[in-house]
């Protein structure tokens, strides 16, 4: 098998606030066979709120990135979904438009820099799910999680727009339940999973927010789950950080494990809990770590 070698971009959040993503994840691509490159020279992707503001320079920012991962000669992992959403639109729109392509190569050109419109952004999901593949992963696994039963939570971003992402099927996802299984869990289905947890409400009615993630958490927890996994480092925010506050607002006992997709699976591979950061979670998941 070919070897498997990306330009690593986790995202800001997951270098601050989610710091044990990007910990954990390294520990767990190098387990794999993975490799991830640092791309020094990266910036933001602009998470979605450049978009509408400036689109033009939202694009030139994206176009950037790309440069260095073309550079380089790799394709981008990425941890955070609301990266792999924005960067994904962007490469979208310069793949599909070649006069906003050459119009951006304008403004790189600036900077020393081209952009030829052949770089991929992947999610560390998609690179499990089919660069890597189950099959090899579930050979790989020395400590399988016994039939511990795992609600996935996709988010948004990971799966939408559906058109620039053009991998899972956003009403019907796979690939989060493929990994699950390969790695000896037993998957939870409930209706919630594709929908928002409500970060991006947050900011504008947090009551509404914290509701969102309250529902999002019980529905996993009615039907019978134990913990919760989620691709998303902003996802894992709201439902590990909020959830004692839509406990409180919905009068409910949740207490449910939030798990970043790295940290379970290097669970399975025999990684310890102690240096993939679970510690820095909110809601304790000692119950399931026993």
């Known amino acids: 098998m070919k070897a498997l070698k990306y330009a690593y971009y986790p995202g800001c959040a997951s270098q601050e606030i989610t710091k044990e993503s990007n910990s954990t994840t390294r520990l767990v691509t190098a387990k794999l066979g993975i490799e991830l490159h640092d791309m020094p020279k990266a910036n933001c ?42 960067m994904s639109r962007a490469a979208f729109d310069l793949r599909n438009s070649p006069v906003l392509l050459e119009k951006t190569n304008k403004v790189l050109a600036k900077a020393g820099l081209h952009y030829s419109g052949s770089t991929k952004v ?4 998609w690179v499990l799910a089919k660069d890597l593949g189950v099959v090899k992963l579930s050979g790989m696994v020395e400590a399988p999680l016994g039939g511990l039963k795992v609600a996935p939570f996709y988010g948004c971003h990971s799966l939408r727009p559906s058109d620039a992402l053009g991998f899972d ?41 914290i509701e969102m993630t309250g529902t999002r958490l019980l529905d996993a927890k009615g039907q019978g789950a134990e913990c919760i996994v989620t691709p998303c480092p902003f996802c894992h925010i709201n439902l590990d950080n909020y959830q004692a506050s839509a406990e409180k607002q919905l009068e409910a006992d949740i207490k449910l494990p939030v798990f970043h997709l790295a940290q379970m699976v290097g669970l399975a591979l025999g990684l310890r809990a102690t240096h993939m950061g679970m510690s820095r979670h909110m809601v304790s998941a000692e119950k399931i770590l026993r």
Request: charged residues 25%; contains cysteine; aromatic residues 8%.
């Open 45 to 86: 992707c602009g998470a979605g709120l450049l978009t509408d503001y400036d689109y033009d320079l939202y694009i030139a920012l994206n176009a950037r990135i790309f440069a260095e991962a073309e550079q380089m000669g790799m394709d981008i992992l990425t941890i955070c979904s609301t990266c792999l959403m924005v």
């Open 122 to 125: 992947k999610h560390l999901l």
């Open 169 to 209: 099927d956003p009403e019907r996802p796979w690939s989060l339940e493929a990994v699950l299984k390969a790695i000896g869990a037993e998957v939870v289905d409930y209706t919630g999973k594709t929908k928002c947890c409500g970060f991006q409400v947050d900011l504008v009615t947090e009551e509404t927010a």
